[in-house]
């Protein structure tokens, strides 16, 4: 049975959070050095702020410097830590950081673990995961286009090949890559994951693209491989199984996100409650009239029902379920329903909802993004679909 009770210790965790957010994070959401994204210079001021209070990398293990908390903390910690949409920096639980924490955990040798986790569970590093290939016609929703190729030789592998919207590239020092693989003979071993250097000859940073969000340090690119050498203790976990290795990432991958925006939903659902009933029109406050209080009654029944998902796919995890077919729906469920909590609490504020005099608008531009990446909710529901007809024999 799932309780929902939290335990004194994280319940304290949790306002420990709530007050470090409120007092040290949130006077940095005006601060000018997030544009066209988080420059790294405040990403590491707030990673300092996360530091001083003991409150860095609640999803990784104590071992390697983090809080070492369960699915359902992660839950607690990151909604809370999102109030601010500065809060994922300060607590480094930004992605894709965040979740290459969690494949590293699964997937990488002792070496890889050893010099990895230490400076990322730290914040002083940053990593990239490179897969999608959306400008080549290659890996994008169907990961079976892949077209970047990883050519056997004797000294280990060349890769070659383009990745499109790799975020968070400036500035990173490892870069995961997806590569079809090619044995000496030409046999094609499957998709395998590679640690690139960001500084190995032959990658080059190609285009930062322009997008409609701005909260990912580093920013979105176009990069390109071209003969970029990687040895063979380069690979990432097993030769030919990337992708069936890149699934044990996805699952909790997904669900924080949806942790993520649960929080800054949140945010935005109590900056529109608030004025929602102090501004006046036609004789009353804009609450007392039914057709802004039913959309503040419907935000509350969004957040209320995304939290619910969250947490029973939280509790799955924590019974070490691989949850796949459940943290899915949690995810087209959570983006589109905290897409339009935001999106309401932007009509609530009429004028002031599309200014950046609250943080309103940058959720509503940044939110958008939650239903295309990890799958857009359409690829999710087609995988569905095909599961619920193939019960049906
Ligand atoms: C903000 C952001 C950050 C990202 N960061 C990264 C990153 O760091 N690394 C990385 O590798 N990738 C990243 N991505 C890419 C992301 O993973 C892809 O956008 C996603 O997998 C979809 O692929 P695509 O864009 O090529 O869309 P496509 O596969 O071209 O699909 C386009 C649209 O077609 C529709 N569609 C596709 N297939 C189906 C189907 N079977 N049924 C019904 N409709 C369908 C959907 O509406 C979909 O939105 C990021 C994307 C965004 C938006």
Sequence with gaps: MIDFELPAELEALRQRVDEFIKDKVVPFEHDPRQKPHI?????????????????????????????????????VVFEAATWSPLGHLALNIQAPDEGNVNLLMRVASPEHKARLLPPLVAGELRTVFSMTETVTDGAGSDPTLLQTVAQQDADGYLISGQKYM??????????????????????????????????????????????????????????????????????????????????????????????????????????????????????????????????????????????????????????????????????????????RVVDRCMQILGAIGITSDTVIERCYRDIRCFRIYDGPSEVHRHALARRILSKRA
């Design 166 to 339: 790799i975020s968070g590239v400036e500035g990173a020092g490892i870069n995961i890559v997806m590569a079809r693989t090619i044995d000496v003979h030409g046999h094609d071993l499957g998709a395998s994951m590679f640690l690139v250097d960001m500084d190995a000859p032959g990658f080059k940073l190609d285009r930062e693209l322009e997008t409609i969000d701005s909260n990912t340090p580093g920013g979105h690119w176009e990069v390109s491989f071209d003969n970029v050498r990687v040895k063979p203790e380069d690979v990432l976990g097993e030769v030919g199984r990337g992708f069936a290795q890149a699934q044990v990432r996805l699952a909790p991958a997904r669900l924080t996100h949806c942790m993520r925006w649960l929080g800054i939903a949140r945010r935005c659902h109590a900056i529109a409650t608030e004025h929602a009933a102090k501004r006046h029109s036609f004789g009353k406050t804009l609450g007392e009239h039914q057709g802004v209080g039913f959309m503040l009654a419907d935000n509350e029944i969004d957040l209320h029902m995304c939290r619910l998902a969250i947490w029973h796919c939280a509790w799955l995890l924590d019974q070490h379920q691989q949850a796949r077919n459940e943290t899915s729906m949690a995810k087209v469920f959570c983006s589109e329903a905290l897409g």
């Design 39 to 75: 420059h790294e210079s405040l990403r590491k001021e707030l990673v300092a702020l996360g530091r001083e209070a003991g409150l860095l990398s609640p999803h990784a293990p104590k071992e390697y410097g983090g809080l070492g908390l369960d699915h359902r903390g992660i839950a």
